[in-house]
């Protein structure tokens, strides 16, 4: 709990969170065990468990539509009984976003708000921006600074709680107030919760076995509608030339004497006049 540390003030705690931080933070602030209130939070591009329709369920998964229906509705049966945010919501989102479609943040958007007005709490603020998908953000879902490193992000998360919101908090910390009764029992909600989480872990471990198994099948299939690859040849070597087509040896051999040759006549040297002695 970050409330209980000595530096940190437990009546001042905000959050934000993008994409999966964000639906990690909707658990966390349906989770009715808890008794720690957040000041304020800030969900970009949230998205659910599950969905309520077969748009992009595509292949072996279709088997499995009737799971993505149940863990839907669970995941909004259990945000409709979430604890309150003192200071309100602000839901980011692009319109665009292919891989957490608006539709789908709309129901969480509803759903919040509703449980929000029966704590007399500030109802959500949503702030859209339409982003078209290009190269590099395929899906239109890569925003995050877009919708969170913004100045009026961080002024919401800051800004002062006013006293209406205040006094229910002291209030509900004191005991003087009850909160709404949820739809079920809590011990009830949390056997369940643990149920579901069981049933998800069953059913990713046979996601898993699938996915070895398609890998398999489509490895060996591919093995099958492939030629068998050929042993290396090796090149033969040519054949030796024969005798008498080998190229002739470098040694150089003297030249016969050429026929009818004769030799040039010496010259006679001058005579040389006898050196001169001097007298003495």
Same mark, same amino acid.
Request: proline letters at 10%; a negative charge.
């Given at each position: 709990?970050?409330? &209980?540390?000595?530096?940190?003030?437990?009546?001042?705690?905000?959050?934000?969170?993008?994409?999966?931080?964000?639906?990690?933070?909707?658990?966390?602030?349906?989770?009715?065990?808890?008794?720690?209130?957040?000041?304020?939070?800030?969900? &970009? %591009?949230?998205? &659910?468990?599950?969905?309520?329709?077969?748009?992009?369920?595509?292949?072996?998964?279709?088997?499995?539509?009737?799971?993505?229906?149940?863990?839907?509705?669970?995941?909004?049966?259990?945000?409709?009984?979430?604890?309150?945010?003192? %200071? %309100?919501?602000?839901?980011?989102?692009?319109?665009?976003?292919?891989?957490?479609?608006?539709?789908?943040?709309?129901?969480?958007?509803?759903?919040?708000?509703?449980?929000?007005?029966?704590?007399?709490?500030?109802?959500?603020?949503?702030?859209?921006?339409?982003?078209?998908?290009?190269?590099?953000?395929?899906?239109?879902?890569?925003?995050?600074?877009?919708?969170?490193?913004?100045?009026?992000?961080?002024?919401?998360?800051?800004?002062?709680?006013?006293?209406?919101?205040?006094?229910?908090?002291?209030?509900?910390?004191?005991? &003087?107030?009850?909160?709404?009764?949820?739809?079920?029992?809590?011990?009830?909600?949390?056997?369940?919760?643990?149920?579901?989480?069981?049933?998800?872990?069953?059913?990713?471990?046979?996601?898993?076995?699938?996915?070895?198994?398609?890998?398999?099948?489509?490895?060996?299939?591919?093995?099958?509608?492939?030629?068998?690859?050929?042993?290396?040849?090796?090149?033969?070597?040519?054949?030796?030339?024969?005798?008498?087509?080998?190229?002739?040896?470098?040694?150089?051999?003297?030249?016969?004497?050429?026929?009818?040759?004769?030799?040039?006549?010496?010259?006679?040297?001058?005579?040389?006049?006898?050196?001169?002695?001097?007298?003495?």
């Amino acid at each position: 709990d970050i409330g &209980g540390y000595d530096n940190i003030n437990a009546q001042m705690i905000s959050a934000f969170s993008f994409s999966a931080g964000s639906y990690a933070l909707t658990e966390l602030i349906a989770n009715r065990k808890s008794t720690r209130l957040l000041r304020t939070a800030v969900l &970009g %591009g949230v998205h &659910g468990h599950g969905q309520p329709d077969m748009q992009d369920v595509i292949g072996k998964r279709e088997k499995y539509a009737e799971t993505y229906h149940q863990k839907w509705k669970a995941y909004l049966r259990r945000l409709q009984d979430h604890i309150g945010v003192i %200071g %309100g919501l602000v839901f980011v989102h692009n319109v665009l976003d292919e891989l957490c479609r608006w539709e789908l943040t709309q129901d969480i958007i509803n759903v919040c708000n509703k449980r929000q007005s029966q704590y007399s709490m500030p109802l959500s603020k949503v702030r859209t921006m339409e982003l078209a998908k290009t190269k590099k953000n395929k899906s239109a879902h890569n925003y995050f600074d877009e919708a969170l490193m913004q100045p009026e992000i961080f002024a919401f998360l800051v800004e002062a709680i006013d006293l209406p919101a205040d006094i229910y908090r002291r209030q509900l910390e004191e005991g &003087g107030i009850s909160r709404p009764p949820a739809r079920h029992h809590l011990e009830e909600v949390g056997e369940t919760f643990e149920e579901e989480c069981e049933t998800f872990e069953e059913e990713d471990s046979t996601f898993e076995e699938e996915d070895e198994t398609f890998d398999e099948a489509r490895s060996a299939k591919r093995a099958r509608s492939e030629p068998a690859p050929s042993p290396p040849q090796v090149p033969a070597r040519p054949p030796p030339l024969p005798p008498q087509t080998r190229p002739p040896s470098r040694v150089q051999r003297p030249l016969p004497p050429a026929k009818n040759f004769r030799p040039p006549a010496r010259v006679p040297e001058p005579a040389r006049a006898p050196a001169r002695v001097p007298e003495p």
